[in-house]
Each structure stands twice: as structure tokens, then as C-alpha cells.
């Protein structure tokens, strides 16, 4: 869990350029408590405005539904906006959070914040590289055209 919680400060420090500093927000214990269980929670201030993050505790992918209701929850009970934050999440519920309007952020992969105009994914081109076999016949021609071996007859 620390660990997401630092790729989260990197992640923001890298993309953003804001340093943030995460606090346990004060009343948590008014939660139920199975969203305790579920979610480490932080406090944070990001572009002046106050966030609780909830930070998921396993890597098992909670359904979209799901993680709009939990934030739904804690956002009316701690009166403050909530960002989730995974480690990894399919396209395809990313698009479905997207659809919910659910803040989220996924640290080195997509971040967004609808509430602060934030909307950043990483896109990763990768160059082909083409490698060719030389199978028979082409395999001795270039050999011969290496060694520049004329066959008997030519």
C-alpha cells in the first residue's frame, strides 16, 4: 500500500508538478466500516481544493458501480470530493468510470479529475521492429552472396 501511495506522490509530482503532502482525515471513523477495510484514506489538497483519496488496500478490481457508490458515500458523509486510486484497471473500466464521472487515478498510467479539468493518459507507441528469417534457398544465397561464391555453371 505505501508503495502505491508513493508512485501516487511521483506521479503527481511528475505530471501535475505539485509536491502534495497525504494526511489521515480526522473523522474516518464515521464511516462504515467496510469501506475502512477496503480503502486506506488521505487527505490532500490538490489545486486548492480539498480530496480524500481512497487508496484500495488489494489488487482486486472492484466493478465501476461499485467504486462510484463507495465514492458517492464518502462524499457526502466527509463533505469533501474523493479521488480513487488503484494500482492497475482495465480499459475497459476506465471507460466505465469515465462514463460515472469518478475521479480516479491510476499512478503512471492516467489521471482523471473532472472537478479540477484534468483528463491525462499515457499513451505508449512502441516502434516495430521487423526481423527477417531466411529460410532454404534464401539462406544459401546470402550466404554465397557473403563469401561471393559463384555456383558451378554460372
Known amino acids: 500500500m505505501k508503495d502505491l501511495v508513493n508512485r501516487l506522490k511521483r506521479y503527481l509530482l511528475d505530471t501535475l508538478g505539485i509536491t502534495v503532502t497525504l494526511s489521515k482525515p480526522a473523522n474516518v471513523g464515521s464511516l462504515p466500516f467496510f469501506l475502512q477495510d477496503i480503502y486506506d484514506m488521505f487527505q490532500v489538497g490538490l489545486l486548492n481544493e480539498e480530496f480524500i483519496i481512497l487508496a484500495s488496500r488489494n489488487d482486486s478490481e472492484l466493478t465501476p458501480a461499485t467504486i462510484h457508490k463507495h465514492i458517492d458515500i464518502v ?3 466527509l463533505r469533501m470530493k474523493a479521488v480513487f486510486v488503484h494500482s492497475i484497471i482495465s480499459s475497459f473500466n476506465r471507460k466505465r468510470l469515465i462514463e460515472y464521472r469518478v475521479p480516479f487515478v491510476i499512478p503512471g498510467n492516467q489521471m482523471y479529475l473532472p472537478d479540477l479539468g484534468v483528463d491525462l493518459r499515457e499513451y505508449l507507441h512502441y516502434l516495430k521492429v521487423y526481423t527477417y528469417k ?7 544465397a546470402f550466404w554465397l552472396f557473403i563469401l561471393r561464391v559463384r555456383p558451378a555453371g554460372c
Not at 134 to 140: C, R
Open 75 to 77: 462524499s457526502k458523509q
Open 134 to 140: 531466411f529460410k532454404g534457398f534464401g539462406f544459401l
